[in-house]
């Protein structure tokens, strides 16, 4: 056999090697992917079996939206003390509302912390308020798929929209000017103004309210 002739033979049977081990790594790509699937729908059959033995309501085929922004959020209800308690002061509409000024320093998690500070500060003003926060040109408020109109209430509505004016009047309240409502005390104030429940507190009180108020938004 000339050397040609060898090296078609030699090509020959490599190239059937590799066409066999391609289809072997495609199967097994094939099965592996049909297994994620299977795997997949089993977990959340699992998980709609276990709303449905808690009563909470499966919220996936409903469209909450704000602007462009559709939320398809469970109904994961607060869990912690400090969340539960948050909530019940957020939803008790005998108690007022007070104005939290958000600016627009720092980063998402740096206003989320403030916010927490701000709920705080408004069970301790002179009349116990709920916390409403007021920034319509809110740095972290993507206003290509937020509401506009609806961060003149309060710019947090667009991504937690159970968090705030929750109450039937909320939405009727005149807000402009704003000198209508009471100012919640800036935790960045000079004089870091801060609820005397969390300034005279240990590090892990502080820690374990900051995580309720990221769990109740």
């Not at 993507?142 to 509505?157: E, G, K």
Request: some cysteine.
């Amino acid at each position: 056999m000339s050397e040609i002739g060898r090296f078609m033979a030699f090509f020959g049977s490599f190239s059937l090697l590799f066409v066999g081990v391609a289809i072997r790594t495609s199967s097994k790509v094939h099965d592996s992917n049909a297994i994620n699937d299977l795997l997949k729908e089993a977990l959340l059959k699992k998980i709609r079996e276990n709303n449905d033995n808690n009563g909470i309501q499966d919220t996936n085929d409903k469209n909450v939206t704000s602007g462009l922004l559709q939320r398809q959020w469970a109904n994961n209800p607060p869990l912690s003390p400090w969340a539960k308690h948050i909530y019940s002061v957020q939803h008790n509409c005998s108690l007022p509302m007070a104005t939290f000024e958000l600016d627009n320093d720092f980063g998402f998690g740096s206003h989320i912390s403030l916010w927490s500070q701000g709920v705080c500060n408004g069970w301790e003003m002179d009349t116990p308020s709920r916390i409403r926060t007021n920034n319509p040109q809110w740095l972290w408020m993507d206003q290509t798929v937020c509401d506009t109109n609806q961060a003149i209430y309060s710019p947090f509505l667009c991504y937690f929209p159970e968090a705030e004016m929750q109450c039937p009047n909320d939405l009727e309240q005149d807000l402009s000017p704003l000198s209508r409502l009471p100012i919640i005390p800036d935790p960045r104030a000079k004089k870091r103004t801060m609820c005397k429940l969390l300034k005279g507190s240990n590090q892990s009180l502080l820690e374990e309210f900051r995580a309720s108020s990221t769990e109740f938004l």
